[in-house]
């Protein structure tokens, strides 16, 4: 059974940082994209950050510079560093495995912003 296990959410005030972790099973980790979505509240769930098998990241305008997502293959692990945060990150962030043959996600975990 593939799963996909978020940690790391919370609550942090604006400007602080948060870390997410995503550990995934171990049939799928090396062989997927990783990313990381979020969702607000009345919102469409949206791309925060992508790494491919290889190593290459993508970021929209919205975070970049502020957001950095790796890999740990040897841990099935993903992580997101998320820094400067800002009250508009707000949302669930869901973790994602991608490839040609599956598309798995993860239960999401909340990441507050506020004073």
């Known amino acids: 059974q593939v799963q996909l296990v978020e940690s790391g959410g919370g609550l942090v005030q604006p400007g602080g940082s948060l870390r997410l972790s995503c550990a995934a099973s171990?049939?799928?980790?090396?062989?997927?994209?990783m990313g990381w979505y979020r969702q607000a509240p009345g919102k469409q769930r949206e791309l925060v950050a992508v790494?491919?098998?290889?190593?290459?990241?993508d970021y929209p305008d919205s975070v970049k510079g502020r957001f950095t997502i790796s890999r740990d293959n040897a841990k099935n692990t993903v992580y997101l560093q998320m820094n400067s945060l800002k009250p508009e990150d707000t949302a669930v962030y869901y973790c994602?495995?991608?490839?040609?043959?599956?598309?798995?996600w993860g239960q999401g975990t909340q990441v507050t912003v506020s004073s």
């Open positions: 994602n495995a991608k490839s040609s043959r599956w598309d798995y």
């Open positions: 171990m049939s799928i980790f090396s062989r997927s994209a």
């Open positions: 790494i491919t098998r290889g190593g290459n990241t």
